[in-house]
């Protein structure tokens, strides 16, 4: 990691060497309260921004970037700013190498920073896509656990974000244990509760085996 690299500020913290996060909201006011002074900071800087979402959710999300004095027209023209859509296609060639295919497309994405002048991609990902199965997600934390094997590799900081109303307080453990740092309190802080991804994988598949799956609904009663 070089100094152009480091000092990359978020909910009142700076990341250090993990750069994998995820980030509990109780609203939108809440979320777009610490996602914007991070997006802004990035296109002050020259960084890459790509956002991962709904594609519902595109028109509002461009209203408050613009809002936040970010514009937008020009960065998406210039490529400084792309919005993926969280439910791709599947690529059956990709697919029967990898089933996480947003994997595949983070991992190109973030490898496609540097080609297109940038020195950092600052990748957020929306995570209502967590809460169907359309997407050739079996497991929605296996594939936040296997993302650790790949996001190592570049110095791009990752921020999951997740509506904490709409995931049970088992899946939110679980959500906390693949991610190395997590937004708690309103604060970025390493997180604890992390586990490694071939420790954790393995735990994963001993509660298969056992037929322990948790549900992703139900809300959650948890606060952070």
Not at 28 to 46: N, V
Not at 75 to 95: F, W
Not at 127 to 145: C, N, P, R, S, T
């Amino acid at each position: 990691m070089t100094s152009d690299t480091a000092n990359i500020r978020f909910a009142g913290s700076t990341f250090g060497v993990h750069r994998h996060v995820c980030a509990f909201f109780h609203s939108e006011e809440d979320k777009y309260g610490a996602l914007l002074p991070f997006i802004k900071e990035g296109f002050d800087h020259g960084d890459r921004a790509l956002h991962v979402l709904d594609p519902s959710r595109r028109t509002d999300h461009l209203r408050r970037l613009r809002a936040a004095g970010i514009d937008t027209e020009r960065a998406e023209a210039t490529g400084q700013l792309k919005l993926h859509s969280c439910r791709p296609p599947i690529d059956e060639a990709d697919a029967s190498i990898n089933p996480y295919p947003i994997i595949s497309l983070i991992e190109r994405e973030l490898g496609r920073g540097p080609e297109l002048g940038f020195r950092l991609t600052r990748l957020i990902v929306e995570m209502e896509f967590a809460l169907d199965d359309q997407d050739g997600i079996k497991d929605h934390v296996e594939y936040e656990a296997r993302l650790n094997y790949v996001l190592p590799k570049y110095p791009d900081p990752v921020v999951c974000v997740y509506d904490i109303a709409k995931f049970s307080g088992e899946v939110v453990i679980d959500i906390l244990r693949t991610h190395p740092m997590v937004v708690m309190g309103g604060m970025l802080q390493e997180n604890p509760f992390f586990v490694p991804p071939g420790e954790f994988l393995k735990q994963l598949a001993d509660r298969r085996a056992a037929g322990d799956r948790p549900h992703a609904l139900n809300g959650s009663a948890m606060r952070f």
